[in-house]
């Protein structure tokens, strides 16, 4: 029972922490949509010619993502893709990446 | 022992009531279990990684794989075209077994029993799981092309829609073919697997021609009313590459074939050539088709997209081609790799006595080469829907290359590489 109350409290924390109820794997989830071709976790095969994300400064990623929204930054594919996920989406995808090794 | 602990995990998420609606604990909650998994696919090495990934080693998962390597059907085109090898689209398994401590076995899936949630093999004996994963990809619907239902007939009138041998043996006759000759490829109506693979496939033919046997010639034998994909851009091509090499005729189902003289039987036309590829209708791949899952027009698992469940044998979830897929989704290895992520996150929770998430998002990126070195693609991101209960496409978002080029042809090579370690190192 005590270790429920404890699991309960670090619960409650949790949930008054986050905007809405959302998966607490979100951010791990909708990162990994992108890991197909930046590599698992955002560590991307050496020498295929793809950016690692794992490990790059969210604010940094954040501009990237939002220069390819907007077509600023020409791109082959990426200005496609960005839009499919909306800058709440993008926000904890680089959260996540930034907190990879 | 592994009931005790799922019934354990039951009760907290019942006493914290609310809380485990709202997640609060998911993040904590460990989940434990065994995971089968049967196909090493797109879908199947993907999930197996990741469950073992994500659960940190906490989920127990076999993966059943009737083949000894994993060989890409992506890329394997190339190799039909002459400008890549088997062993370049060749990956071990050794590193889902040796890295995160899949236990692989080389057999086949005999049968399911979903009541009992156990599997038996081929090669005999049964096994038991928490939760079932079903990524067999296609099989082939050989009653609608009646001559092709011998296996001597399968030897000679090539799919090569499942890379291995038969993508050896493509190659072989295409080399061993006289200069002057035809090659045909026939395509069936979509859905079918990996929509712009045909198109592709017969743009590499036609360069190898072009460059070795140029009085040869390309026909696309199309069922479909038009290009299923990327018209404009393959269109544009033919155009401009491939002009007196090759020809488009649409609305040509090949309904049968006369092997001895290589032949393919349309409604009103007969076609003859000197090679003849035929990729015959396919639907889920036998284990799935045969297990009693709910179907769609008798060939597409039907699934709930928030766990990739299926809808009538909940614990079992389908993956990759198999599935009826949500609106505009390719059957693609990529999506298969996607799908195998969004159930992963979904058994994980649902192994820990939680929802699966109720946000989940696929996207899809499909590379083409139409020369050996240039390419075009089509992207797309699905978002998923409460209202529909599936996953859309997200509008304004998504699209295809503005022309072909130099530059998706080394990202297309990357994608590989990234896509074969994402799954399988």
């Known amino acids: 029972m005590k270790m429920l109350t404890t699991v309960a409290t670090v619960c409650l924390l949790a949930v008054a922490s986050a905007a809405h109820a959302a998966d607490p794997n979100l951010a791990r989830n909708l990162a990994a949509t992108c890991a197909n071709c930046h590599g698992t976790n955002g560590n991307a095969v050496k020498g295929s010619g793809m950016d690692s994300l794992a490990g790059m400064e969210k604010a940094k990623t954040l501009q990237k993502l939002a220069d390819f929204k907007s077509g600023d930054k020409p791109a082959s594919i990426m200005h496609q893709i960005s839009k499919g996920y909306t800058d709440e989406q993008l926000d904890l995808i680089a959260t996540y990446f930034a907190a990879q090794k | ?425």
């Open chain 2, 1 to 425: 022992m592994m009931l005790m602990k799922r019934r354990d995990f039951l009760k907290v998420g019942a006493a914290s009531g609310a809380m485990a609606a709202l997640y609060g604990c998911a993040g904590g909650g460990k989940a434990s279990g065994h995971v089968v998994v049967v196909g090493g696919g797109y879908g199947g090495a993907t999930i197996a990684k990741y469950l073992r990934m994500w659960s940190e080693g906490g989920v127990q998962v076999t993966l059943i794989e009737r083949n000894p390597t994993f060989i890409s059907c992506p890329i394997s085109n190339l190799v039909i075209g002459g400008s890549k090898t088997m062993e370049d689209i060749t990956v071990s398994y050794d590193g889902l077994k040796n890295k995160w401590g899949v236990r692989v076995i080389q057999d086949d899936v005999a049968a399911v029993d979903a009541a009992k949630k156990t599997i038996s093999l081929k090669a005999g004996g049964a096994m038991s799981y928490d939760r079932l994963v079903l990524s067999p990809g296609v099989d082939f619907m050989w009653d609608e092309i009646p001559g092709l239902k011998s296996a001597d007939a399968q030897s000679k009138i090539l799919h090569a829609w499942k890379a291995g041998p038969q993508t050896v043996a493509l190659r072989k006759q295409l080399e061993a073919m006289k200069d002057g000759g035809t090659y045909a490829i026939s395509i069936p109506k979509a859905p079918y697997r990996c929509p712009p693979g045909p198109y592709e496939r017969a743009c590499l033919v036609a360069d190898y021609f072009k460059k070795n046997k140029p009085k040869s010639k390309v026909v696309i034998l199309d069922a479909n009313e038009d290009v299923v994909s990327k018209k404009g851009l393959f269109m544009k091509a033919w155009g401009d590459l491939y002009k007196g090499t090759l020809e488009y005729r649409n609305n040509a189902e090949v309904k049968d074939v006369d092997v001895a003289s290589n032949t393919a039987i349309l409604e009103f036309d007969k076609f003859k050539a000197d090679v003849l590829n035929v990729i015959p209708p396919h639907r889920a791949g036998d284990i799935a088709h045969k297990s009693g899952l709910k179907l769609i027009n008798n060939r597409w698992v039907d699934i709930n997209w928030l766990s990739m469940e299926s809808t009538s044998m909940p614990g079992i979830h389908v993956l990759g081609d198999a599935i009826f897929p949500a609106p505009t989704m390719p059957k693609s290895g990529h999506m298969a790799n996607q799908h195998g992520k969004l159930a992963a996150a979904a058994i994980l929770n649902q192994l820990a006595g939680l929802e699966p998430s109720p946000t989940p998002v696929v996207m899809n990126t499909c590379y083409s080469f139409v020369d050996a070195k240039n390419v075009i693609h089509v992207s797309s991101v699905h978002q998923y829907d409460a209202a529909t209960k599936t996953v859309q496409p997200v509008k304004g978002a998504g699209g295809v290359s503005a022309a072909r080029n130099e530059l998706e042809g080394k990202v297309a090579i990357g994608w590989a590489k990234n896509i074969w370690a994402d799954m399988l190192t």
